[in-house]
């Protein structure tokens, strides 16, 4: 299977209010990886454990496209499995450091090869794909706020807000228990997508409506539409901490 190279924007900023980034991520432009964490917890815990989950990640999923030997189910699988190992890391440093017990991250893992895109996520974190200029998020929250929606107790989120329900309490994330509750997908990749992972910071200070005229442009500059997002975000207020990575595959027909 052939591995896709990627045009790669990152930034990343703790915002206006909270005192660290608890953000963590890695990316690899010519290999097509890309792994973003938001951790949870205090005493610093929260940083540790999306910097925990992205290390083990990234170590599972390079040599994935370093083989170019693995087929789409396969590449699905372990996709899948580096999250979970990331569950595992993250659990084993709260076994080992009692000062940690109770952190915990989300994730989102992707990689590019084979006209395609195989994602795994947990949590509020989200993927987002920008195709001839229209955008479409590819991953669903694990959040009471979403589960309540689906549910049909509310319309759509302002009227939870409304309600008093707070967008960050998650009903999955990794180091919640030892059994990780993961999504795992996969999605044709057509020449000219742009693909967004964000954390919270991002999603949840401004609308997709903002985002997708950001990022409307198929041709636009990775590095100013990753700069404006991350500008509009604090301008929203920075309420959180923001971390935006845009990729642009490089593929044709």
Partial sequence: MAVHAIELACRSDKGLVRKRNQDSFRVDSDLGVMVLADGMGGH???EVASRIAVRT???DLLPIQREDSADGMETLLRVGQALE???HAVLDACDERPEFEGMGTTMVAAVFRDHRI???HIGDSR??????GRMRRLTRDHSLIQRMIDDGVFMNRREAREAGVKDN?????LGMQRQADVDVRDALVEPGDTYLVCSDGLHGMISDNTMARILRDPNGNLDEQAQALLDAALEAGGNDNVSVLLARPSITR
């Fill in 169 to 173: 309490v998650l009903t999955r994330s």
């Fill in 127 to 132: 993927l987002y794909r920008v195709r001839l």
């Fill in 85 to 87: 190992h990331a569950n």
């Fill in 118 to 120: 195989y994602y795994a």
């Fill in 44 to 46: 610093r815990a929260g």
């Fill in 57 to 59: 990640a990234i170590e």
